[in-house]
């Protein structure tokens, strides 16, 4: 494998290595129980996986690489990240499986005709160019091999950015909310159009299915600790944190006051709902 340049993508890349990075990587334990429900319908889709080469596209902290790992697959771990991929490889024993590698997949030189499997939990909304980097995707698939990822519906259809974005509204946008056929969370939102690319970039037997799970902030630790969690890594956690204290102080007073009605046990919990997409080389 050659080491690609990096030349697409870069206002993600920045992204994903400036403070979104650093939060993603310091709340990372808590985003992957947030994200539990929604990891288990990939896991489940992916199914018997012991033996088989898989690329774990936007890995981030290789939370889904090591799960797929422990069930005997080969994996390759690739991301932009380096905060992200630093905290992947500092979990890792003296063995090289997962191999993590800081690339991005839109120009990265894989081998040909190498992965069983490419998968994601959400990491192929953000690219610039996304037939392009699907075409790459699935240059390094075997014949036949298939791709299997999840990615969000539009955020009318996701509570935790609507109640977001309604409560903060005048203090501190929900970016998210904002053009979200732009590369971001919500990219793929609409499943005309990630079958269109899909198509587009040599794919066939698409099948895009709609699945509602909860998404939890700080799971049984109450309303006050959901709502802190939701400030730091919400959708509007961002322009949120530009602000002055006092202003901080009323947002986060509307948003406990809007998140009261979603506390289950303990639990501030949202309803989510995604696309899971399969497809084949």
């Known amino acids: 494998m050659q080491h690609d ?16 990075g650093k939060k993603w990587d310091e709340y990372h334990h808590e985003i992957d129980e947030m994200l539990g429900e929604f ?14 080469s898989i690329l774990d596209i936007g890995c981030g902290a290789g939370t889904i690489s090591y799960l797929l790992a422990k069930n005997g697959a080969n994996v390759f771990g ?48 953000f690219f ?64 005309e159009r990630v079958h269109a690319i899909l198509t587009d970039a040599g794919f066939r037997n698409i099948e895009i299915t709609g699945h509602e799970r909860n998404l939890y902030y700080n799971k049984g ?25 006092e202003q901080q102080k009323v947002g986060i007073l509307r948003l406990t006051e809007a998140c009261k009605n979603y506390l289950k046990n303990e639990s501030l919990c949202f309803k989510g709902k995604i696309w899971l997409v399969c497809a084949e080389k």
């Open 39 to 52: 990891s288990q319908i990939l896991l489940d889709e992916i199914g018997d996986c012991g033996g088989k």
């Open 221 to 245: 630790k109450g309303l006050n600790a959901g709502v802190s969690l939701l400030a730091k890594i919400g959708p509007a956690s961002r322009n949120l944190a530009t602000l002055p204290l």
């Open 78 to 125: 690739a991301d932009v990240s380096k905060t992200l991929l630093a905290n992947a490889q500092s979990q890792q024993s003296n063995n090289s499986n997962p191999n993590f590698r800081l690339c991005d997949v839109t120009d990265y030189g894989f081998t040909p005709n190498e992965f069983d499997l490419a998968v994601s939990r959400f990491g192929v909304m």
């Open 128 to 191: 610039d160019d996304s037939v392009k980097s699907f075409k790459n995707i699935r240059k390094s698939m075997k014949p036949n091999a298939r791709l299997v990822f999840i990615a969000w519906q539009s955020p009318q259809e996701n509570e935790w950015i609507m109640v977001t974005k309604n409560a903060l509204h005048g203090i501190a946008e929900a970016i998210s909310a904002n053009n979200p056929d732009a590369p971001g969370a919500f990219a793929f939102n609409n499943p």
């Open 5 to 20: 340049n990096m030349e697409e993508n870069q206002k993600q890349i920045a992204y994903w290595n400036g403070e979104v």
